[in-house]
């Protein structure tokens, strides 16, 4: 059975940083592109961050980039997001999921991803 589990949320003031894991159970990590999304109340599920199996390929939204950085470890079966800079506008639970397809080909939709935890809950406060 495959789990994906996410940690590291919490209440932080703007400027903070968080940084998530996501701990993958089940499957073959390293076979995996990783990738993070994120939902704000009201708001349609957004594309944060992805990773390719090895490492070697990373791609990110526009709102995060340069101040958030994806990485993973397949010896431990985790995806991690370092979130540094962060603003309230990054609000929202934060989702890790799990597709075969490969980065190379382009930054699957979240529709293609097979696997998805049950997210973790960032605020950040103004």
């Known amino acids: 059975q495959v789990q994906l589990v996410e940690s590291g949320g919490g209440l932080v003031q703007a400027g903070a940083s968080l940084r998530l894991s996501c701990l993958a159970s089940?499957?073959?990590?390293?076979?995996?592109?990783m990738g993070w999304f994120r939902q704000a109340p009201g708001k349609d599920r957004e594309f944060v961050a992805t990773?390719?199996?090895?490492?070697?390929?990373?791609a990110y939204a526009d709102s995060v980039k340069g101040r958030f950085t994806i990485s993973r470890d397949n010896a431990k079966n985790t995806v991690y997001l370092q979130m540094n800079g962060l603003k309230p506008e990054d609000t929202a639970v934060y989702y890790c999921?799990?597709?075969?397809?490969?980065?190379?080909?382009?930054?699957?939709?979240?529709?293609?991803?097979?696997?998805w935890g049950p997210g973790t809950q960032v605020t950040v406060s103004s």
């Open positions: 089940g499957v073959t990590f390293s076979a995996y592109t």
């Open positions: 999921a799990a597709t075969r397809l490969l980065l190379q080909f382009g930054v699957p939709p979240g529709e293609k991803y097979d696997y």
């Open positions: 990773i390719s199996r090895s490492s070697a390929g990373k």
